[in-house]
Structure formats: structure tokens, C-alpha cells
């Protein structure tokens, strides 16, 4: 199974769940991301308020970074799944 192939979330009740799981964690932080830019550049029309401003983009500009490492080990769980279960079947079979 390679990474990010989209049988690797079907494969059983299991990877489903994990995938599911990474999706909502996944939009949260796109949301809290989206909010932190929000806050921020409304704050950004008060020159008192500037500063909490930078910070929001600054929290903001983190979390959208840390959405593709959240796609990238969720793909590596997933994949990591699917070979335990080619290893249990191996050792059925012997």
C-alpha cells in the first residue's frame, strides 16, 4: 500500500474510525486558523491593538502549518495499519 492512497482509509472499521478522527482534528485547526486571521486583522483597525493582532496571525500562520502534518501522519498511520495487517495474514498463512 503506498501513502495517501485512498484505499488505505477503507480498508476496515478501524481505518475508518482513524481517518474520521484526523478529519475533525483537522478542521478544528483550519477553523481555529481561520478565526485567528479574522481576530487578527480586525484588530489590525486599532493602532492599541496591534500588537495582539500580530500574535493572532502569527497563532494563525501555525496552525495552517500544522495541516499538512496532520494529513501526513494521519497517511502514515493509516499506512502503518495496513501492514500490520499484511504481517498478521503472513503469519496465518505459515
Same mark, same amino acid.
Given at each position: 500500500?503506498?501513502?495517501?492512497?485512498?484505499?488505505?482509509? %477503507?480498508?476496515?472499521?478501524?481505518?475508518?474510525?482513524?481517518?474520521?478522527? =484526523?478529519? $475533525?482534528?483537522?478542521?478544528? &485547526? *483550519?477553523?481555529?486558523?481561520?478565526?485567528?486571521? $479574522?481576530?487578527? @486583522?480586525?484588530? =489590525?483597525?486599532?493602532? @492599541?491593538?496591534?500588537?495582539?493582532?500580530? +500574535? !493572532? =496571525? !502569527? &497563532?494563525? @500562520? =501555525?496552525?495552517?502549518?500544522?495541516?499538512? @502534518? !496532520?494529513?501526513?501522519?494521519? %497517511?502514515?498511520?493509516? +499506512?502503518?495499519?495496513?501492514? *500490520? *495487517?499484511?504481517?498478521?495474514?503472513?503469519?496465518?498463512? %505459515?
Amino acid at each position: 500500500m503506498r501513502l495517501f492512497h485512498h484505499r488505505n482509509r %477503507e480498508r476496515n472499521a478501524e481505518t475508518r474510525r482513524v481517518y474520521a478522527l =484526523f478529519e $475533525i482534528v483537522y478542521t478544528l &485547526v *483550519d477553523f481555529l486558523a481561520a478565526l485567528c486571521f $479574522i481576530a487578527g @486583522s480586525v484588530l =489590525f483597525f486599532y493602532d @492599541s491593538l496591534q500588537t495582539a493582532g500580530t +500574535w !493572532l =496571525f !502569527l &497563532v494563525g @500562520s =501555525f496552525l495552517f502549518a500544522a495541516k499538512p @502534518s !496532520l494529513r501526513l501522519a494521519r %497517511e502514515v498511520k493509516l +499506512w502503518r495499519m495496513g501492514r *500490520d *495487517d499484511t504481517l498478521a495474514e503472513r503469519l496465518q498463512q %505459515e
